[in-house]
């Protein structure tokens, strides 16, 4: 069984750093990617950062690039999520999504949707912005 943990919300003020870290457990097949997605309150869920496992390709959405950079301890099936220079728009709960829960379209993560998808998340880490 798969288990997905994330930890390192907090609240911050606007400008300011935070490092999210996530860890996947019982995997036991090839794991393609790993990511962050994020989902704040009346918007839509928005896959952020995805890295390629195997090649450590890294992909962003165009919302955080140049903010956020995400890194892996491959053998450790473990991926941070840099967020530097945080906006009040960053505000959300931050999830941490392992393959096949996360993937890589045209170059963009996205989040995948399919029956049992929520297997391959975390429980979400809070990040508060305030200006």
């Known amino acids: 069984q798969v288990q997905v943990a994330e930890s390192g919300g907090a609240s911050v003020q606007a400008g300011g750093s935070l490092r999210l870290s996530c860890v996947a457990s019982?995997?036991?097949?090839?794991?393609?990617?790993m990511g962050w997605f994020r989902q704040a309150p009346e918007k839509e869920r928005e896959a952020v950062a995805a890295?390629?496992?195997?090649?450590?390709?890294?992909y962003y959405a165009d919302s955080v690039k140049g903010r956020f950079t995400i890194s892996q301890d491959n053998g450790a099936n473990t991926v941070y999520l840099q967020m530097n220079n945080l906006k009040p728009e960053d505000t959300a709960m931050y999830f941490c999504?392992?393959?096949?829960?996360?993937?890589?379209?045209?170059?963009?993560?996205?989040?995948?949707?399919?029956?049992?998808?929520?297997?391959?998340w975390g429980q979400g880490t809070q990040v508060t912005v305030f200006s």
């Open positions: 999504a392992t393959d096949p829960g996360i993937r890589v379209v045209a170059g963009t993560p996205e989040v995948a949707v399919f029956d049992g998808v929520e297997q391959y």
């Open positions: 019982g995997i036991t097949y090839r794991n393609l990617y």
């Open positions: 890295i390629s496992t195997i090649r450590g390709s890294e």
